[in-house]
């Protein structure tokens, strides 16, 4: 009797605590997801074992679309729908991501297009994600002939491994990984990124160690290419905002790395990866410099006679795109370049291309394909020198963590069967003008190797963050320094047009943000900046940059012309334009503000000035800006200066010269007109002779090129 007593009391108990140890992993698993910690998240609410739970099972899904395994994700987001359709406003873009993410692009586009309806504002979102459906429907019904094939465990580890570089004989690989067995390093994300090297023993490689103490740093540092020789690495260090060194094999041993030259290396932009041709000759790299196409650019650089790297040359359109292209590989035939885009029409995030250098350009580029190329994060290629064997880095949910390394087996084309091949085209997939608006949805991050990063992310959910685009006006070189006077910096006024606040309640504004910095030094400055109307010339804003940070914060309505004009004694004034629609979006700009002294030799390019085209008479919209030429002159009397007009090669050089020259005069003109003494003011036009960037079919070039600049050529008074 007492032994039915007791096991009626236990399975009354079990019956009673079962459902609430159930719910106690439901509200630790709902704590640990509104913390954003989804690996943790994921395994209470799977241990919750609540399998007819609709909300349980849309946060299960939700995690899986938030880590690597984004497959996963499927069977818990349809059984929440099905049990409960309005689970979220945006269930139909989650489960878009998870068909796409498991190659169900018919049922994925239903899904999109269902979001798309219901989403006006989120339109060209959604049309990006069907366009990359229609990419990966067209790649996986024809796949490449090729095997994929992961390195093993003995390399990859659940930790970013990437940017595999191997021998030409292929028994040593160099790669780069953010392995590490501190606790303390990981969940702080103080677990920086080394150089590692490994070798085959036997079939198989051995086991990884680091490269060299010379090497590896304290921080981030990462291989970049190997040399056909295996005597030079290109490597990553974040010195200044990322540039790339040499390493050179002596003996058994590298050598301390050196930074490649400053025509490669910029003190305020990213280097992130280079590659030079087998013939020693050229230099291939990623830079988001300005005169480049949009973010990451890749660009090109000569050795000369004197054996230095020659100013380089972006690629232009035909590969760069308004996205991140980096890690370039020049194959040794000098002709293919293998490179990773997410600019480019793609299966999600970066995939892999190539192009060929015929008739003296380079052709579209092409998709590598599927398997190859996947929704997720694809880059870092390489290939032998037969073609019959690449490297590179991906994520892969049967992966061993994160992005791995893995190997590619080309094999020969089938009988009667011809390669798929993608031409990737530049335009944007939709017409209208790629801009995000504010997003009420959080995007999942996917976890890329820090190098990449700045390539952009292709997140299973939405943007919540504003698009930033860096904006910089990069100064050339400086040289005879002048005499400067140290005043304190007066603190102007401060003022906001009423208007500005109506346009920004609406959010049709841009919010231009970011540092006033020093040229030379990178340290931040006191700053007045002024929000100009060009077609009133008045001024609508008026604003002090943070004199200890340099920060700033302007808002810019849209539907104008409008000046922004940086001001500070002992520095020429900075320039920028912005020509917005009335109805663009609300977005955010990042950039540096960068002031360059008053010294002989300094110049600035003048972005507020207008021409009709072929005509050289001011138009009204330039009054502002030259008139901040003349404060300039009437506050610093000592400086003389030298208007010079450039333009674009279009045309009769002749032609040019003189109208730059026009143009450069009808500057200098309007200044004496305005009591500036006519023997400090000098006219120059230059023509096509000194382009920025290149003009060979680059409409975005040739803008660059034509343009007005001041430059100091005297401070004696």
């Known amino acids: 009797m007492d032994k039915l007593v007791y096991l009626t009391l236990l399975i009354f108990g079990l019956m009673i605590s079962i459902p609430g140890q159930s719910q106690n992993l ?356 390489s290939i032998s020198e037969d073609k019959k064997t690449g490297y590179y880095s991906t994520l892969r949910a049967e992966g061993m963590g994160s992005a791995d390394i893995y190997t590619i087996t080309f094999l020969p084309p089938a009988k009667e069967e011809k390669e798929p091949v993608l031409l990737a085209s530049t335009e944007p997939a939709v017409q209208q003008p790629k801009v995000e608006e504010p997003k009420v949805i959080e995007q999942p991050k996917t976890k890329e190797p820090k190098v990449v990063e700045k390539p952009k992310e292709e997140p299973p959910v939405v943007i919540k963050e504003e698009p930033k685009v860096v904006v910089v006006t990069p100064p050339p070189a400086v040289t005879q320094p002048v005499a400067e006077t140290k005043t304190p910096e007066p603190a102007a006024t401060e003022f906001v047009d009423p208007i500005i606040e109506v346009h920004k309640a609406n959010k049709v504004v841009t919010l231009l943000k970011g540092k006033v910095i020093d040229e030379t030094t990178a340290q931040p400055l006191a700053a007045t900046i002024s929000l100009v109307d060009n077609i009133t010339n008045k001024v609508i804003t008026k604003i002090n940059s943070n004199p200890q940070t340099g920060d700033f914060e302007l808002i810019i309505p849209h539907g104008g012309n409008y000046g922004v004009a940086t001001e500070r004694q002992g520095y020429l004034f900075n320039s920028i334009n912005f020509n917005l629609p009335q109805f663009a979006e609300y977005q955010e700009i990042d950039t540096h503000i960068i002031m360059v002294k008053a010294e002989i030799g300094s110049k600035v390019v003048l972005k507020n000035i207008f021409f009709d085209i072929g005509k050289s008479d001011l138009k009204p919209e330039s009054i502002a800006e030259v008139e901040n030429i003349k404060e300039l002159l009437i506050i610093n009397p000592q400086l003389s200066v030298q208007i010079n007009g450039h333009t674009d090669n279009t045309g009769n050089a002749e032609t040019n010269k003189a109208l730059s020259l026009r143009r450069a005069s009808a500057v200098v003109s309007y200044l004496i007109e305005h009591g500036i003494n006519a023997s400090r003011l000098t006219a120059k036009g230059y023509g096509s002779e000194r382009p920025i960037v290149s003009n060979d079919d680059e409409s975005e070039g040739r803008a660059i090129n034509r343009r007005t600049e001041i430059e100091i050529i005297d401070a004696k008074g």
């Open 26 to 381: 439901i509200d630790k698993g709902n704590r640990l997801f509104e913390k954003k910690d989804y690996e943790n998240a994921l395994k209470a609410l799977l241990d919750a074992n609540a399998a007819d739970d609709a909300d349980v099972n849309f946060k299960i899904g939700m995690c899986y679309l938030y880590l690597e395994t984004k497959s996963k994700s499927l069977p818990y987001l349809e059984k929440a729908f099905n049990a409960k359709s309005n689970i979220s406003e945006d269930i139909h873009y989650y489960l878009g991501m998870a068909y796409q993410n498991n190659h169900q692009y018919s049922k994925a586009r239903e899904h999109y297009e269902e979001f798309r309806s219901k989403n006006k504002k989120l339109y060209e979102l959604a049309t990006e994600k069907i366009f990359e459906c229609e990419i990966g429907d067209s790649l996986t019904r024809k796949p490449i002939r090729a095997v994929i094939t992961n390195v093993g465990a003995g390399v990859n580890s659940s930790f970013n491994e990437y940017s595999p570089l191997v021998s030409s004989d292929g028994q040593t690989m160099i790669f780069t990984s953010n392995r590490s067995t501190d606790d303390y390093k990981i969940k702080s994300g103080t677990n920086f990124e080394d150089i590692y090297i490994v070798r085959k023993a036997g079939s198989s490689w051995g086991t990884p160690e680091k490269i060299s103490p010379n090497i590896n740093i304290k921080f981030n540092d990462a291989a970049a290419s190997l040399s056909p020789d295996g005597k030079t690495l290109f490597l990553y260090y974040e010195d200044g905002a990322g540039d790339i060194y040499t390493s050179h094999l002596e003996g058994s041993d590298w050598t301390k790395p050196e930074p490649l030259s400053k025509t490669i290396n910029t003190p305020l932009f990213w280097e992130t990866s280079a590659c030079i041709s087998a013939d020693g000759q050229k230099l291939f790299f990623a830079s988001n410099r300005p005169g480049g196409k949009g973010e990451l650019d890749i660009w090109v650089s000569t050795l000369d006679a004197k054996g230095n790297w020659a100013k380089p040359t972006n690629l232009g359109s035909a590969i760069n795109t308004p996205g991140n292209e980096d890690s370039p590989f020049i194959h040794p035939d000098g002709v293919t370049l293998y490179f990773s885009s997410d600019g480019l029409p793609s299966m999600g995030s970066n995939d892999i291309y190539k192009s060929e250098f015929k008739d003296g350009k380079w052709q579209k580029p092409v998709n590598l394909g599927y398997p190859i190329n996947s929704i997720e994060y694809d880059g870092f290629f």
